[in-house]
């Protein structure tokens, strides 16, 4: 059986904890910025935040990339396609 995009967003939606959708809407809203920044914004324990961040990149929502010491977490295309899909749907 071959799910569509949209259904396989659905269940990934709803798979995720609740501070996963505030980091994704913290990083549509402000761009691109270092865990410390993502953890203040949306409002997410660090602890948590890199717990969500996996998460995230593991389903290849979100890339951390590292700019000096700081871990860069922004939002992949799939990301911004989640992020339209959730918002219509």
Same mark, same amino acid.
């Given at each position: 059986?071959?799910?569509?995009?949209?259904e396989?967003?659905a269940?990934?939606q709803? $798979?995720?904890?609740? *501070?996963?959708? $505030?980091? #994704? $809407?913290? #990083? *549509?809203?402000?761009?691109?910025?270092?865990?410390?920044?993502?953890?203040?914004t949306?409002?997410?324990? $660090?602890?948590?935040?890199?717990?969500?961040?996996?998460? #995230?990149?593991?389903?290849? #929502?979100?890339?951390?990339?590292?700019e000096g010491?700081?871990?860069?977490?922004?939002l992949?295309?799939?990301?911004?396609d989640?992020?339209g899909?959730?918002?219509?749907?």
């Open positions: 059986m071959t799910a569509t995009l949209v396989y967003f269940g990934v709803h $798979r995720l904890p609740d *501070e996963a959708e $505030r980091v #994704l $809407r913290a #990083l *549509e809203d402000y761009g691109p910025m270092n865990k410390e920044e993502l953890s203040l949306a409002k997410v324990k $660090r602890a948590v935040l890199d717990h969500v961040v996996m998460q #995230l990149y593991a389903l290849g #929502l979100v890339d951390v990339a590292t010491k700081s871990k860069m977490c922004s992949t295309s799939l990301g911004w989640f992020l899909i959730s918002k219509a749907g």
